[in-house]
C-alpha cells in the first residue's frame, strides 16, 4: 500500500503508454493525510476515464488527479486524515485555478461526462472513491 504503490501503479502505465499525455497522476493522498505531489498542476496526466482526451469539450482546461491511498467501502472507509487533507488540497487548487466546486468530481462523474460526450468510449466502472467520500470532500469546500 501506500504512496509506492500508487506510483507503482501509474509507472506501469507509463511502461505501456508512449504518450506523454497519459501518465501518472499529481497528487496522491496517503491514509496519514499526508499529500504527495508527483507531477506538476499544470501537467496533463491521465485524468479519470480519459479526461484529458479532448479537453475542449471540458471546459478547454486540464484536470488535476488526485488518487488516494486504499480502496474505500463502507467497511473501509477514507480517513478522516485523508478527507481533511483532500478537502484542504481541493480548496487550494480551486482559489489556485478557480476551479467552481462543480468541477470538483470522482472517477464514476468523470466517467459519466466522458461518456455523455463520446458514448463510445471504453472506461471501466470505476467507482471510487464513492459517494460517502465526495460527499465528505465536498461539504468541507468553500
Known amino acids: 500500500g501506500g504512496?509506492?504503490?500508487t506510483w507503482s501503479y501509474f509507472e506501469g502505465i507509463n511502461k505501456?503508454?508512449?504518450?506523454?499525455d497519459n501518465k501518472y497522476v499529481q497528487f496522491d493522498v496517503a491514509?496519514?493525510?499526508t499529500i504527495y505531489q508527483f507531477m506538476p498542476e499544470?501537467?496533463?496526466?491521465?485524468?479519470a476515464c480519459g479526461y484529458n482526451?479532448?479537453?475542449?469539450?471540458f471546459?478547454?482546461?486540464?484536470?488535476?488527479?488526485?488518487?488516494?491511498?486504499?480502496?474505500?467501502?463502507a467497511a473501509k472507509p477514507a480517513?478522516?486524515?485523508?478527507?481533511?487533507?483532500?478537502a484542504k488540497l481541493v480548496s487550494h487548487l480551486m482559489s489556485t485555478y478557480n476551479i467552481p466546486k462543480s468541477n470538483v468530481i470522482s472517477h464514476q462523474?468523470?466517467?459519466?461526462?466522458?461518456?455523455?460526450?463520446n458514448p463510445g468510449s471504453d472506461c471501466p466502472g470505476k467507482s471510487d472513491p464513492g459517494s460517502a467520500f465526495m460527499t465528505a470532500v465536498l461539504g468541507k469546500l468553500p
Open 53 to 57: 482526451i479532448v479537453p475542449s469539450q
Open 31 to 33: 491514509k496519514d493525510g
Open 109 to 117: 462523474e468523470a466517467r459519466r461526462r466522458v461518456s455523455q460526450v
Open 3 to 5: 504512496v509506492n504503490s
Open 79 to 86: 480517513t478522516q486524515a485523508q478527507v481533511d487533507a483532500n
Open 42 to 47: 499544470t501537467r496533463k496526466v491521465a485524468g
Open 59 to 73: 471546459g478547454g482546461g486540464i484536470s488535476i488527479s488526485v488518487e488516494n491511498e486504499g480502496y474505500f467501502t
Open 16 to 20: 505501456n503508454n508512449n504518450s506523454d
